[in-house]
């Protein structure tokens, strides 16, 4: 099996876009390489637009390219939280909005050519007691009121003990770093300019935003998409009380008997996401889960094993051949945040797309695209960072706002560990020279000590056994083993206290 690496990843060749190395002006900047970004991209090169896009790392190295691949309008309980929550009419738009999308990607891919595995199916959301049941009916309902086509499904004998299956016809799932790879290009070929290993550090804000790079290069632009997952361009909207972060574990295994057609998730938790892939005329099982709110599990690779015994038990699973997880952010409604940043702003964000940013991912390339060209877009009030959010899920929120707040102060009370028989592979937290850090060992048998207060909030760190990184339970900013930040709110990464051999720090 390989390491920590997404099924979508390991089985597909990525083109390696340059860095940018000079100073540029462009009209509009994208910042990231996921679908959102790459279909704002496409979009604006398709309106006449000659965008720049630029991307940390490689193409959908971020959440996009670890997710189970379902492009839907199914997203779990959904439409009766809306139709309760903002009425029939908003619920209908969010149901006609991922439709959109979701017509987009189909599309797209046949138009562009794009060899992305897309195949029609249909998605169920199943419960596993009476009141999940319930549940469903009452989706069923909603869903049915604003002109779904859904129906019931009683006595399915997949998944097993289920009490009741609602489908929703007509929906998809492919590879979902095939189809961005393959929409860049056609992207590239509309005219727009592509660069990766280059990662946005700032912005100054302005008629002509001033974006400045790590690696020193200063792009100027009229426009700019923050398409990063975590809107570090975020302003004065405080999006670290109004995200809120989540991982997700997934696992690629051998399929050893047939499973019936579709795709599959549980209205409960933990979350059993599970549908089919076919690779070279093997079938194979992709099943993502296991949720929980980042940086708070006690033993984080135990979800890769649960997965892995789920798989077995329910789909005859056999050898586990990739292992992965993301990040994505929940808010208050379950709605993301797309648009402008502020009324008439020239800055643009997406995110908070609660695991579906598949669909949502491509109609924010959409919606800001729109908005860009003609300074308005349908949908835009439904997804607006000003709407009433946090007032229509006042329980949520508040939850939202106090949590961080109680793990700063635990953090600061939590034991530490002793350093001795540290072993490869291995983090703990420890005492440095008197202060809390954080120490882990490489393979080799060297050790980086870090300071693992959180350059956010200072909060301090946890450390995620199953990735191997420094994780933030309140608001979801990660590090990797030597400090470096990999995403969420920080901009600074920590503080290395110490690094060399192990031999050397406990002589």
């Known amino acids: 099996m390989s390491g920590n690496s997404s099924y979508w990843d390991l089985t597909c060749k990525k083109e390696r876009y340059p860095r940018l190395s000079e100073d540029t002006d462009t009209d509009v900047l ?208 405080l999006f670290f009380a109004r995200l809120y972060p989540k991982r997700t574990y997934g696992i690629a295994a051998r399929a050893l008997r047939d499973r019936p057609e579709g795709s599959y998730i549980n209205v409960g938790d933990p979350t059993r996401s599970i549908r089919t892939h076919v690779e070279g005329g093997e079938t194979i099982l992709i099943v993502v889960g296991e949720g929980h709110d980042t940086g708070r599990s006690p033993d984080m690779a135990v979800h890769f094993d649960n997965l892995a015994r789920f798989a077995e038990r329910e789909a005859g699973a056999g050898e586990v051949i990739a292992k992965w997880s993301a990040q994505d952010y929940d808010t208050p409604d379950e709605l993301p945040y797309i648009g402008r940043v502020s009324p008439k702003s020239d800055i643009y964000i997406a995110t908070g797309f609660s695991k579906w940013g598949l669909t949502n991912g491509t109609l924010a390339g959409m919606m800001i695209s729109e908005l860009i060209q003609t300074g308005e877009c349908a949908y835009e009030d439904l997804y607006s960072v000003s709407r009433p959010d946090i007032t229509s899920s006042v329980k949520k929120a508040f939850a939202g706002a106090v949590n961080p707040v109680i793990e700063l102060v635990k953090s600061k009370f939590e034991g530490t560990g002793d350093i001795g028989g540290l072993k490869p592979g291995e983090g703990r937290i420890i005492r440095y020279e008197g202060e809390k850090a954080g120490i882990y060992m490489d393979g080799g048998g060297n050790v980086t000590v870090l300071d693992i207060t959180c350059t956010h909030m200072k909060t301090e760190l946890n450390f995620n056994s199953a990735e191997k990184t420094w994780d933030c339970p309140a608001h979801g900013g990660r590090f990797d083993t030597d400090g470096n930040h990999l995403e969420g709110p920080p901009r600074k990464p920590l503080k290395v206290l110490f690094k060399g051999r192990y031999s050397e720090l406990i002589s």
């Open 30 to 237: 994208v910042i990231g390489g996921g679908i959102t970004g790459v279909t704002c991209a496409y979009c604006l090169a398709e309106r006449g637009f000659r965008p720049l896009l630029i991307e940390a790392g490689e193409l959908c190295g971020g959440t996009t390219g670890n997710t189970t691949g379902k492009v839907t309008i199914q997203h779990g309980v959904i439409y009766c939280k809306i139709k309760e929550k903002y009425g029939l009419d908003a619920a209908r738009d969010y149901a006609a909005s991922q439709n959109r999308a979701m017509d987009f990607v189909a599309g797209t891919a046949g138009r562009e050519s794009i060899d992305c595995a897309l195949r029609e199916n249909t998605a169920y959301i199943y419960g596993e007691n009476e009141q999940e049941r319930d549940l469903l009916q009452k989706e069923y309902d909603a869903a049915r009121s604003i002109g779904i086509n859904a129906r019931m499904v009683e006595d399915a004998a997949f998944p097993s003990g289920n009490k009741g299956l609602l489908a929703f016809p007509g929906q998809y799932v492919f590879h979902p770093v095939r189809y961005v790879e393959g929409l860049a290009a056609a992207a590239a070929r509309l005219g727009a300019r592509i660069c990766c290993d280059t990662k946005a550090s700032g912005i100054d804000d302005g008629d002509i935003k001033t974006v400045e790079c790590e690696n020193g290069a200063v792009i100027k632009a009229r426009h700019v998409i923050a398409a990063t997952q975590y809107p570090f361009l975020g302003g004065l909207n």
